[in-house]
């Protein structure tokens, strides 16, 4: 088989099961299998696979059938053009994240810190990506980012090892824990977050492909906001003063979250929108 031929046939394979971006994906796969970009095709078109690298190639086309997602077949992603690496035992990074990201850098910049440091404070870390991003915009803030699973925490050390952000520690705890706040023995200028929020009885109808992600990085509990209240009742005690809490949401909890900010005595509190007019982080001080 011609490398043109393998590129044609997983195409319509991909095409025929209905697989959405499938372009996309066959490009990507192609590349990653033989390190051949799309634009590259014509000048190898006529070239014949190996054998061992074609049955490879079409292995990797079946999971993508199969709805595994596209990010666990490559073992990486892109965020804000960074690369991260992911596993299928972590949520994988979206592009909805970023307006969490912008917002956090931009309360960074009014920041007056009454330390000799910014201090910043990653709940529900994951892959790692708000910390690592605000770490490498902030050289001089320290960064802390907590996760609790085994497999996300490898992979949260992995990123921070790969970007070379000096500036982030990680922490191995559970953010559930109401009594950890009590046991850091540090105060933040700001809190982010991006915790698990959709609703228990959801998640058996979401997309096919999201179902693949772990159900820990999805599960918010009955009403989705188990991890808000938590954080916003607790997590708030390691605030300074004029300190601030930004986390993301799903498109139909503004209200919601909202009241939970002003039920714990935040001001200011905003409600931010995404590329596509949904709400989607809310930030307040305290």
Known sequence: MTYAEAYIRAKSLLKNSGVEGYAFDVA???????NIPRIDLPLHRSDEVPTSKCKNFFNLVEKRIKHEPLQYILGYCYFMG???FVSNEVLIPREDTEILIRKSVDFLKSTKSDSNKVKVLDLCSGTGIVAISLASSFRDA?????????KAFECLKKNVAFVGTKNVKVLKSDVLDRYLPNRINERFDLIVANPPYIKASE???LQEEVKKEPRTALDGGKDGLKFYKVILNYWKNLL????GICVEIGYNQAKCVTELFNKNGFKNVKV???I???????????
């Open 276 to 286: 596509n007019c949904l709400d989607r982080v809310v930030f307040g001080t305290i």
């Open 28 to 34: 990507s796969l192609f590349e990653f299998c033989f």
């Open 82 to 84: 960074q690369k991260y």
């Open 142 to 150: 320290e960064f802390f980012a907590i996760e609790l699973y085994d």
């Open 272 to 274: 931010i929108k995404d």
């Open 203 to 205: 998640i058996n109808f």
């Open 240 to 243: 300074k003063d004029d300190g």
